[in-house]
């Protein structure tokens, strides 16, 4: 496993999770990551990323002010911070990666990780 994810839970309307993504591969480390999300029935979308280099962020509309997400290379690991989480925001969360640029649809990922369920309550 390249890329592992871990982190997801149930927490109730307003909570706040933290999810994590460790990179067992050295090489992986200066990779550019990405926090994708998957509802069932959905497609797989774009939820965050970061670039490499500075550190660049960019987010999708939908959690913009509410999920920050955060790298360690030190520690090969990239963080989501996820506040005020939603009943919309249950879902499975895969972080991604792509040795350029952050990939911000499917199409563009090269590694993926494992998922982790994210499940928020009304």
């Known amino acids: 496993v390249q890329l592992q994810a871990s982190g997801g839970g149930l927490v109730q309307a307003g909570g706040s999770l933290r999810l994590s993504c460790v990179a067992s591969?050295?090489?992986?480390?200066?990779?550019?990551k990405a926090w994708f999300r998957q509802a069932p029935g959905e497609e797989r979308e774009f939820v965050a990323g970061i670039s490499s280099g500075a550190g660049r962020t960019t987010y999708a509309r939908s959690v913009k002010g509410r999920f920050t997400i955060s790298r360690d290379n030190a520690l090969n690991t990239v963080y989501l911070q996820m506040n005020s989480l939603k009943p919309e925001d249950t879902a499975v969360y895969y972080c991604a990666a792509h040795y350029d640029q952050i990939p911000n649809n499917s199409g563009q990922v090269q590694y993926w990780g494992q998922g982790t369920q994210v499940t928020v309550s009304s």
């Open positions: 591969e050295h090489n992986l480390r200066t990779f550019a």
